[in-house]
């Protein structure tokens, strides 16, 4: 997989954006393990833009780590400050299942009812709709019909 290029502009934006994040990967003393490049890779799924804090006192192995990095998880590196690695890779848009048969749930409404003398609060009642239920203009709750076919519609049939 080729590498994300980012303008010096985005990545500039993206090293702002960081800058507030907390580090959600933290590399021990074992180093790059298959663990910690799984988990770079989810947070990279959750979050798009993350930082990686290296526990090694060595500048040119977490060069390596970094470049390492970016290039496997196809991740943008974004910037690397002292212990502080920053990667950014765009969220995968996420699958979502369609359920055609699904109803829907039940809602919570509140129905007010004005007083017929003026001047008085209105009482308010809150009720619970559910999915085969409707709201009358009265506050009463009726089940749903199914909509009726005008008599011409029903002729043609």
């Not at 590498?3 to 933290?26: G, K, S």
């Not at 590399?27 to 770079?40: W, Y």
């Not at 007083?115 to 609060?121: H, V």
């Amino acid at each position: 997989m080729p590498q994300i290029q980012l303008t010096p502009a985005e990545r500039r934006e993206q090293r702002a954006n960081a800058h507030h994040l907390d580090p959600v990967v933290l590399v021990g003393g074992d180093g790059l393990t298959a663990a910690v490049k799984k988990e770079i890779d989810a947070a990279l799924n959750a979050h798009g833009l993350i930082k990686v804090r290296v526990f090694g006192d060595d500048r040119a192995a977490r060069e390596l780590m970094y470049q390492e990095l970016a290039a496997e998880l196809n991740a943008a590196p974004i910037q690397h400050i002292g212990k502080l690695l920053v990667f950014w890779r765009p969220i995968p848009a996420k699958e979502r299942t369609v359920d055609d048969d699904r109803m829907p749930g039940p809602r919570d409404v509140k129905v007010l009812k004005f007083s017929k003398r003026g001047g008085q609060r209105p009482e308010i009642k809150q009720l619970r709709v559910l999915g085969n239920q409707r709201l009358t203009s009265g506050g009463q709750i009726k089940r749903a019909k199914p909509k009726q076919k005008s008599i011409k519609k029903r002729q043609a049939d």
